[in-house]
């Protein structure tokens, strides 16, 4: 039995824990994805969450220690945006074409969804730090935190606000675009960029590669328009 | 080995990047100049097989890269708590609205640049809803 628990000590403390846990639960939720017809609720990015966060808390297991196997998953999140440049590339000519309805799209989507989250949760009561901090809420989240940080918000809540507006709209999307009738898949993908950054963008190459790429224009845009001007609007109100 | 050459051009890129942003103070993260620098270098053809391999990659799973921050959440679990309800309303609201917003902007736009296109010459009509079936 003590050997069963140096064995568990040993495993838990060391990077391995974090990384095979992380990689095991993300291809478990991803079957379960699967085999439920790739349905966006089953979204596997927030099931692994779940699931790996109730582990860490039922195990008294702070999450540096998990991070410091995950890390190594992690760090891979850089070269992942650069590579979101291949889909851009591949259909260059069409989105220069489009550029005024994408740059358009892009700043009445953003500040839309900045603003309703600002104004709501004023109106709701929520306090001036929280409010701040979802001010950059569907940028992808290490600009989010950035932002946050030059509001004077709460950076590390800001980080938790854009991933839950990720997995809000990766798993919900379909249902509200269909509901739309939108059916084109630039504009599909491009609107799940927008207002989910990266999550909704892991779904929207999932789901189709055209939507992907428009998803990754929306999410590129998203990140020059609202590094410039979430500070801007924030000061104007000041 | 195609994949792995075109992984170094992303890290090399995404260094450059970094480089770049803290060189300059811009408020832009380093992987997203990375991204842009990577739109001017593929315009080597060398680079294209090798960048075609590790980005199908890397996107085919980029899920997958997002849980570890994800998980982070649980640290922040008190004061998410403490406002849950509001939060959740809050978020999902806004994030349904900046969808709606964007799809119905873009839309609207990219149809009406489709008319005028076709007014002027042949183009390839590539949408599946012309006639705006509501």
Same mark, same amino acid.
């Given at each position: 039995?003590? /050997? ?12 391995? $824990? ?142 938790a $606000? ?15 675009? /269909? ?45 020059? $328009?609202?590094? $410039? ?10 | ?23 300059? &103070?811009?408020?832009? =993260? ?14 080597? !053809?060398?680079?294209?097989? =090798? ?16 849980? =570890?921050?994800?998980?982070?959440v649980?640290?922040h679990l008190?004061v998410l708590s403490e406002y849950a309800?509001?939060l ?24 009406? &640049? ?19 079936? !509501?």
């Open positions: 039995m003590t /050997d069963v628990v140096h064995l568990w000590t040993y495993l838990a403390s060391s990077p391995l $824990f974090g990384l095979t846990a992380t990689v095991t639960t993300y291809v478990l939720a991803h079957a379960l994805h699967e085999r439920l017809g790739r349905a966006p609720w089953s979204n596997p990015v927030m099931l692994s969450v779940i699931v790996l966060g109730s582990v860490l808390l039922a195990t008294g297991t702070p999450y540096p220690v998990y991070f410091a196997g995950a890390q190594f998953v992690h760090v891979l999140l850089g070269p992942a945006v650069v590579a979101l440049g291949w889909p851009l590339w591949q259909r260059r000519a069409e989105l220069r074409r489009r550029a005024l309805p994408l740059a358009v799209g892009a700043l009445v989507g953003g500040g839309v969804a900045s603003g309703v989250a600002v104004g709501a949760g004023w109106a709701l009561g929520l306090p001036t730090p929280i409010l701040l901090s979802l001010a950059p809420k569907s940028v992808t989240a290490p600009v989010a935190v950035g932002i946050a940080e030059r509001l004077a918000g709460v950076p590390a809540l800001a980080a $606000f854009t991933l839950l507006t990720g997995v809000v709209g990766a798993s919900s999307a379909k249902y509200l675009l /269909d509901a739309m009738g939108v059916r084109d898949w630039a504009v599909r993908g491009f609107a799940l960029g927008t207002a989910s950054h990266g999550i909704g963008a892991a779904r929207a190459l999932s789901v189709h590669p055209e939507a992907g790429a428009y998803a990754a224009v929306g999410l590129g845009l998203q990140v020059l $328009f609202a590094s $410039f001007l979430i500070p801007l609007v924030a000061a104007l109100f000041r | 080995m195609q994949a792995l050459r075109g992984l170094a051009v992303l890290l090399l890129l995404q260094a450059a990047g970094e480089g770049i942003t803290r060189a300059l &103070a811009l408020p832009f =993260p380093g992987p997203v100049v990375g991204l842009l620098l990577l739109l001017l270098a593929l315009n080597l !053809p060398l680079l294209r097989a =090798p960048v075609a391999a590790a980005a199908n990659l890397l996107l085919s799973h980029l899920s997958l890269l997002f849980v =570890p921050v994800g998980v982070g649980i640290v008190k309800g509001r959740a309303l809050v978020i999902a609201v806004s994030t349904w609205a900046g969808i709606a917003a964007t799809a119905w902007v873009t839309q609207a736009l990219m149809r009406r &640049a489709q008319a005028a296109e076709r007014g002027g010459a042949s183009a390839p009509c590539r949408d599946v809803d012309e006639e705006g079936t !509501p």
